[in-house]
């Protein structure tokens, strides 16, 4: 398996523009997860999706930030408008719930914001 | 809220040295723990899960162990290589049933520097 796959893994843009991240988990894993990493605050959970569905959104810093998971196999992170402090690297991780829980990560994206 | 400490931030041992990482939670209702590893501009890699259920786990070098009860957890690394070098980190999983069981709470980590 390629194991968890994102896109793009760099990614510079302007204050105010739109920012898509992508990610396409592991097949067969039916758990997405999105985390945000900065050296202030470490790993945070953004949001996460079961069965395409999502389940906890609680962490998502504001209305700026959305996600989908249209199947099974793509999910996609939009910040809108992007600002600086949106600067980190975006994680995409997967997992079986019919397996113990272990969590496989992605590459990660990283954003800057100017 | 659960809260995961790693100390030290920082480490530096000399190539060969046995050595330990410390990892704590302030919640002792867990479903399982896992150490990860990071590497710079690298995402994370899963080393060993420890299920509450359980006192340690072993892969090769590394060995992991449990004390729920103290909210601790540990990293033991064995004739630690240059290869070695990274960032470690734990992550614990909520110990309750149903969808919300599935979120990982991070600790920082510990930046593991392993000198020739």
């Known amino acids: 398996d390629a194991g968890v796959i994102q896109s793009p893994r760099h990614e510079v843009t302007e204050m105010g523009q739109e920012v898509t991240l992508r990610c396409k988990p592991i097949?067969?894993?039916?758990?997405l997860f999105w985390y945000r990493q900065t050296m202030m605050r470490g790993l945070e959970l953004l949001i996460y999706f079961n069965n395409n569905v999502p389940i906890d959104d609680s962490g998502m810093p504001e209305d700026r930030f959305s996600a989908k998971m249209p199947n099974a196999s793509f999910s996609t992170l939009k910040i809108q408008p992007s600002e600086p402090r949106d600067s980190a690297v975006y994680f995409c991780?997967?997992?079986?719930?019919?397996?113990?829980?272990?969590?496989?990560f992605g590459e990660g994206s990283r954003l800057t914001v100017l | 809220k659960q809260e995961v400490t790693q100390i030290p931030a920082a480490l530096s041992v000399p190539e060969g040295e046995n050595l330990v990482l410390n990892c704590s939670f302030t919640d002792s209702a867990i479903y399982n723990l896992q150490w990860f590893r990071q590497d710079p501009g690298k995402g994370l890699t899963s080393l060993l899960l420890i299920q509450s259920s359980q006192r340690e786990q072993t892969s090769g070098r590394l060995n992991a162990s449990l004390d729920k009860s103290s909210g601790r957890s540990t990293l033991y690394i064995a004739a630690s290589q240059p290869g070695d070098s990274a960032t470690y980190l734990c992550?614990?999983?909520?110990?309750?049933?149903?969808?919300?069981?599935?979120?990982?709470?991070f600790g920082k980590g510990t930046k593991l520097s392993v000198i020739p």
């Open positions: 097949s067969g894993h039916d758990y």
């Open positions: 992550a614990v999983r909520k110990g309750h049933s149903g969808a919300g069981s599935y979120q990982l709470t």
């Open positions: 991780a997967s997992t079986s719930g019919a397996s113990d829980g272990e969590l496989f």
